[in-house]
């Protein structure tokens, strides 16, 4: 039990991370990102970091991918 809070709380770590230096602008865009990624990783994508990708979620990869930089990425703003 103690391993899946200290896990979760290193998720949460890894997400302020990336919102406090504004690389990302809020957590939900974040969220957004990950999902998007994780979604590729299903499909099949290469992951762009050493985590091994058979005994680690996509999400998690995902994320690992976003705090490295290793995500392509473009906000385009509404008219």
């Given at each position: ?5 200290e896990?979760m709380v ?25 999902a ?14 050493d ?11 995902a ?5 490295e ?5 473009e ?5």
């Amino acid at each position: 039990m103690a391993n899946k809070n200290e896990e979760m709380v290193e998720e949460i770590e890894e997400i302020q991370e990336l919102i406090d230096p504004p690389e990302i602008d809020s957590k939900y865009r974040m969220i957004i990102l990950a999902a998007q990624r994780s979604k590729q990783l299903q499909r099949g994508a290469v992951s762009r970091t050493d985590i091994d990708i058979r005994k680690s979620k996509p999400t998690r990869v995902a994320l690992k991918e976003l705090k490295e930089k290793r995500v392509n990425f473009e906000i385009l703003e509404q008219t």
